[in-house]
């Protein structure tokens, strides 16, 4: 007998921010605190365009920040997954 589970994330219901976290309230009750550090985007945004954030049945969305967050990363651990170029910027002397 073979079963199979499948895991859905719950959906985000509101967001809030402090001075070093973003709250995310979840459709089942729970509240994901996660640090800021872990997404350099919006530790570097103002206050006003991270309220600009857009709720999905999967995550959370800053068009204009560029930022997407899925709300099963979240509960994964994982902070900002974009890959950056690691060579250093040189800049050209004259």
Do not use: C, N, Y
Request: aromatic letters at 8%; glycine letters at 6%; proline letters at 6%.
């Amino acid at each position: 007998m073979s079963s199979s589970l499948s895991f859905v994330s719950p959906s985000p219901t509101a967001v809030r921010f402090d001075e070093d976290a973003m709250w995310v309230e979840l459709a089942d009750g729970r509240v994901l605190g996660v640090p800021l550090a872990w997404f350099p985007r919006l530790l570097s945004a103002s206050s006003a365009q991270r309220e600009k954030v857009r709720l999905s049945s999967r995550g959370l969305h800053w068009d204009e920040l560029d930022e997407d967050i899925s709300v099963a990363g979240l509960l994964a651990g994982f902070g900002d997954q974009t890959v950056r170029d690691a060579r250093p910027t040189t800049v050209p002397t004259a």
